[in-house]
């Protein structure tokens, strides 16, 4: 380590992020420019992510620049063409060591070099940052370690998930009709990034006719991408409502919106999930049995219930036991 773990945020006007991930890794991340901006107004942010991830950031007031990076060499190209800028201080905050980082970190120009202590990145840290054990601990918790090991204050009301959606979505007369029907909007998302993670559509069938059987006072809003619009439709035809409806989502802010305007999510995919912390919603998640993913990727200060499976495919976990949770949830939630 070649410098003091303690920097002056105070002083710090350029800064310099890189975050590579996926849109859960983004908004589990994007607590770390409110604190930076809480903790210095006056210092701009720029970040570099990937390219896929230009549609969740879109409305984020916090960011001064951000750099979309491709995959593969064009990713490279783009990076090469970027270096003459120098920060002031240049953060990694990918949970795994990579050579695109590496790259960075190798060419890229900052008085002060900070990520985590992994051996790829050694002899380019000035601050090299110790990891929390990612089976004891949250995503989030891990970067504000990170902060605060430098020197950040962390307000924790800003320690939680932001996402910034577009306010014309948001104004669509789509959710406001659902909002006035004066019944509780349930979203399930059925879609998922992992095939481990995808629930059988028999499973959603059982779930959705135990919660009618409930309560007669449900939205349930199906959230799906393309590839799993035809499952959509099935669990709609066997479940025979009409107060289930398939949104056609066109974008991420779309999907955004739809779960900004439920009362309750149920999900097996963790970007959704982080959306929903964002916006307090309270949220029933599903997890195959990974520990670390369990304990990394959980719901952030909402209330919540979350069920792992006991096998690395989460149609393990039954309907009743989906609905037995969902069920105790509602309950404290009134």
């Given at each position: ?42 210092t701009n942010i ?267 495919n989460i149609n ?19």
């Amino acid at each position: 380590m070649k410098k003091e773990n303690k920097i002056k945020p105070e002083e710090i006007r350029n800064v310099l992020i890189i975050r590579l991930g996926k849109i859960g890794d983004i908004i589990a991340t994007s607590f770390v420019f409110e604190i930076i901006k809480d903790n210095n107004k006056n210092t701009n942010i720029s970040l570099i992510t990937k390219a896929t991830n230009k549609e969740v950031l879109r409305c984020n007031p916090s960011l001064d620049k951000i750099y979309y990076i491709k995959s593969g060499l064009a990713g490279y190209f783009q990076l090469f063409r970027l270096r003459k800028t120098k920060y002031d201080l240049m953060m990694d905050f990918n949970d795994n060591p990579s050579n695109t980082t590496k790259f960075i970190f190798s060419n890229f120009k900052a008085t002060i070099k900070c990520g985590y202590d992994f051996p790829l990145y050694h002899e380019f840290l000035d601050i090299r940052v110790p990891q929390l054990n990612k089976k004891e601990s949250h995503i989030l918790e891990r970067m504000k370690y990170f902060l605060e090991y430098l020197g950040f204050r962390c307000n924790d009301k800003l320690v939680k998930p932001f996402l910034y959606t577009d306010p014309e979505i948001d104004k669509n007369k789509r959710f406001i009709q659902l909002k006035e029907t004066g019944r509780k909007i349930l979203a399930l998302n059925i879609s998922a990034g992992a095939k481990t993670r995808f629930w059988d559509t028999g499973n959603w069938i059982n779930l959705i006719k135990n919660m009618f059987n409930y309560s007669s006072k449900y939205i349930i809003l199906l959230l799906a991408t393309e590839e799993n619009k035809k499952e959509a439709e099935e669990i709609k035809t066997a479940t025979d409502s009409e107060y289930i409806f398939i949104p056609d989502t066109k974008s991420f802010m779309e999907f955004a919106s739809l779960i900004k305007c439920s009362d309750l999510l149920i999900s097996p995919d963790t970007s959704a999930v982080h959306i929903a912390s964002a916006f307090g919603k309270p949220v029933v998640a599903l997890y195959p049995k990974s520990e670390w993913n369990f304990v990394s990727w959980q719901p952030f200060k909402v209330k919540c219930k979350s069920i792992q499976s006991s096998s690395e495919n989460i149609n393990s976990i039954s309907p009743d036991e989906v609905f037995l949770n969902f069920k105790k949830l509602v309950e404290e939630i009134n």
